[in-house]
């Protein structure tokens, strides 16, 4: 089954960290640009960071930009996202999502089910 599964959301203080994971089965990530998307409540989700596939290269939207990192683990099949100094409006389903393109660019091919991140005192 092709699949992207995202994990290591949690609740967390604000100021804290917590790494998501994006594991992927029955396909290589090498291959693939990997956005993180969030949802808080509403209808709008958001894109967060991407790492493109042709040169590596990471983008992050400004406001986490400082305090997110997204990095790869080929030998895992794994896409990280590092998130630092958390804050109150970070909270929201996190997403990742896979397309087998240069860029970061829709329609994805695979999304994960999400996680739960819960930035709160």
């Known amino acids: 089954q092709l699949q992207v599964v995202e994990s290591g959301g949690g609740l967390v203080q604000p100021g804290g960290s917590l790494r998501l994971s994006c594991a992927a089965s029955?396909?290589?990530?090498?291959?693939?640009?990997i956005g993180w998307f969030r949802q808080a409540p509403g209808p709008e989700r958001e894109g967060v960071s991407c790492?493109?596939?042709?040169?590596?290269?990471?983008y992050h939207i400004d406001s986490v930009k400082g305090r997110f990192t997204i990095s790869r683990d080929n030998a895992k099949n794994t896409v990280y996202l590092q998130m630092n100094s958390l804050k109150p409006e970070d909270t929201g389903v996190y997403y990742c999502?896979?397309?087998?393109?240069?860029?970061?660019?829709?329609?994805?091919?695979?999304w994960g089910q999400g996680t739960q991140v819960t930035v709160s005192s």
């Open positions: 999502a896979a397309v087998n393109k240069p860029r970061c660019s829709g329609p994805y091919d695979y």
């Open positions: 029955g396909f290589s990530l090498d291959y693939y640009s």
């Open positions: 790492l493109s596939r042709s040169d590596g290269s990471a």
